[in-house]
């Protein structure tokens, strides 16, 4: 079980969040402050996650087709899943208590304090989907299979429309997460997508070796 008290919230990233390169120092006040919201973000988060695990039955072009009929269209993913035997389907989220203390404190007028908070809770929930992917990869490992990376609908050619299908995957269990109509997730910080299970060859799989978009966030 994934608990609050467990994140390691990684400071240098809460830093570039909120526009500090790797050479630039914080001031000692910015310093404090990130750290004081660091070491208490445990009062802002209630971790939330599910997944389930559906057979690939078929990978055709840009189309994936997974067990229950939900169908996959990108040619990124196809690429990924037509290594895989299987597919872990996942939402998660750290809750909404977060961004309601980050909205109050922009109503405040604290608007520094709103952008630290907001960049830990971005931290946070990457590493609940890094605790999440552990598990699954875990649950893999004992079955003599590997994992690959994980992939959101957004990111690549897969579009973000695709949100649909992999709720559709969850079968109602959606860990609390809402989906809009526009197919965003609330609570804001949450995420959710896919990692493919099979053999070795699966881990190496990386779509950003031969992408030229260098400035895209989800570049690994």
């Not at 599910?50 to 009929?69: A, F, P």
């Not at 989906?179 to 779509?207: A, F, Q, V, W």
């Amino acid at each position: 079980m994934v608990t609050a008290d467990k994140f390691d919230i990684n400071r240098r990233r809460v830093l570039s969040d909120i526009g500090y390169g790797p050479a630039s120092e914080p001031s000692a006040r910015m310093a404090s402050l990130v750290n004081d919201y660091v070491e208490n973000a445990h009062q802002f988060i209630a971790p939330s996650f599910s997944y389930v695990v559906r057979d690939v039955e078929m990978v055709k072009g840009d189309t994936v087709l997974v067990e229950g009929g939900v169908i996959f269209e990108s040619g990124v993913i196809a690429r990924l899943l037509e290594k895989a035997v299987k597919v872990a389907v996942f939402v998660l989220t750290i809750g909404s208590y977060l961004e309601d203390a980050v909205a109050q404190l922009a109503r405040d007028g604290l608007v520094l304090q709103a952008a630290v908070l907001d960049a830990v809770g971005s931290d946070a929930v990457e590493r609940l989907a890094d605790s999440v992917e552990s598990h699954i990869s875990e649950v893999a490992h004992n079955q003599g299979l590997a994992i690959s990376r994980r992939f959101s609908p957004g990111y690549c050619d897969w579009d973000v429309s695709q949100q649909q299908k992999v709720f559709e995957a969850m079968r109602g269990d959606y860990a609390g997460v809402n989906l809009t109509d526009g197919c965003l997730m609330i609570p804001r910080k949450s995420i959710s997508g896919i990692i493919g299970i099979g053999s070795e060859d699966i881990k190496h799989y990386n779509p950003c070796i031969t992408c030229d978009r260098h400035d895209c966030v989800g570049r690994r």
